[in-house]
């Protein structure tokens, strides 16, 4: 006859345990991979969700070259929840992940974006992380990486990563008719609300068309939202207008957007005056919307930027933070992931 064997109290509780670690470690895990898309997009949503998103700008590019797909890859495995990328169209109408209007910078080719095909394009290689030239003997380092196609990019931030999708103009291709473009492969692969469609408000002049009919405006009585009014927005979740103070000041601008879906803004100063605080010390709407703060260069962060944040961060990342930035864009998301969890924020 068997005898049957039962687990006493502590075996069953030692197990229990030991099962509730692997099963922690495994969301930890998936989490820190960009499995959980879903949570990312509930903390974008929810202004009371919790943790500060982090944004690394043109991808973790310390590990690879900016806007590429491995350097996206990077952001997923440290867990950061945005991705900010840049798209532009080439001479023959693709969409491609780059910055400048110039080939220069990054690949070992020249010209400008839009007198290019896609297949010249694909046949150069890009410079390593940003194009800088390397300190140890100031050349630029060549790597076997290839300029992706934004069709690529979304292949490879599906389900894993938001995407902060920044739209380049270019001496052919004006900020209209690209925006559409990504926007109907975005649609077209599913991927339109994983996207933040940032905009730019019209608080200040441009030297481009950006809508048909428009090309910019200092005049304090042009509403800030001309040109979401005039783009394609229908059904999108993620619509993220870029304010700015100019002509029209940081309150009026919000106010364009009042009667919007829109939740969420980058929010753009070269002076910490020009964000208007209430009585809690934090920017107005703060309690209402997502805001982005953008750390990258000071004039954007009103000085509160990353090169700061390397010897005092909480001058820096820290401050933007306490007045109501809930999302910060980084060029050094690791450090700002380090940061953020030692102040209990992740």
């Known amino acids: 006859m068997r005898t049957k064997k039962f687990l ?19 969301c930890s895990a998936a989490m820190a991979a960009g499995e959980n898309k879903g949570l990312y997009e509930d903390l974008l949503n929810d202004v009371d969700a919790g943790p500060i998103m982090v944004a690394a700008h043109r991808g973790c590019w310390t590990t690879a070259p900016e806007n590429t797909v491995t350097a ?31 080939l220069d910078r990054m690949t070992n080719g020249h010209g400008p974006v839009w007198d290019a095909t896609l297949a010249e394009i694909k046949s150069l290689r890009l410079y390593e992380r940003d194009g800088s030239p390397s300190q140890i003997n100031e050349k630029k380092l060549i790597t076997n990486h290839k300029v992706a196609t934004l069709r690529e ?16 103009s270019n001496d052919v291709f004006g900020f209209e008719e690209t925006y559409q473009a990504a926007l ?6 599913g991927v339109e609300n994983e996207v933040l469609w940032k905009i730019p408000s019209t608080a200040r002049a441009y030297d ?20 979401y009014n005039a783009i394609d927005t229908k059904g999108l979740r993620h619509v993220t207008p870029i304010v700015w103070h100019g002509a029209r000041s940081f309150e009026q601008s919000l106010q364009d957007f009042s009667d919007t879906p829109v939740k969420s803004f980058e929010i753009i100063a070269d002076d910490p005056s020009q964000w208007p605080l209430g009585p809690d ?11 982005l703060g ?12 990353d090169d700061i944040a ?24 690791e450090q700002l992931i380090e940061y953020l969890e030692e102040r209990g924020l992740r």
């Open 208 to 227: 481009v068309e950006i809508v048909d009919g428009f090309s910019g405006s200092e005049a304090p009585d042009t509403p800030a939202d001309v040109i």
């Open 184 to 189: 109907d492969l975005a649609r077209d692969m």
């Open 72 to 102: 996206i890859d990077h952001c997923v495995k440290l867990g950061v929840e945005i991705v900010e990328i840049d798209v532009q169209l080439t001479k023959d109408r693709e969409l491609i992940v780059f910055h400048d209007r110039t």
């Open 281 to 291: 010390g934090r920017i107005i709407g703060a309690d209402k919307y997502r805001y």
């Open 8 to 26: 006493t109290p502590n075996v069953l509780k030692a197990g229990l345990l030991g099962f509730a670690v692997v099963l922690l470690s495994a």
């Open 153 to 168: 990019m979304f292949e490879a931030t599906r389900g894993r990563i938001l995407v902060n999708l920044e739209i380049k």
């Open 294 to 305: 953008i750390a990258v260069l000071p004039r954007w962060s009103a000085g509160y930027a």
């Open 310 to 333: 390397m010897s005092d961060p909480d001058a820096s990342w820290g401050r933007l933070i306490d007045i109501g930035a809930d999302v910060i864009m980084t060029d050094r998301p």
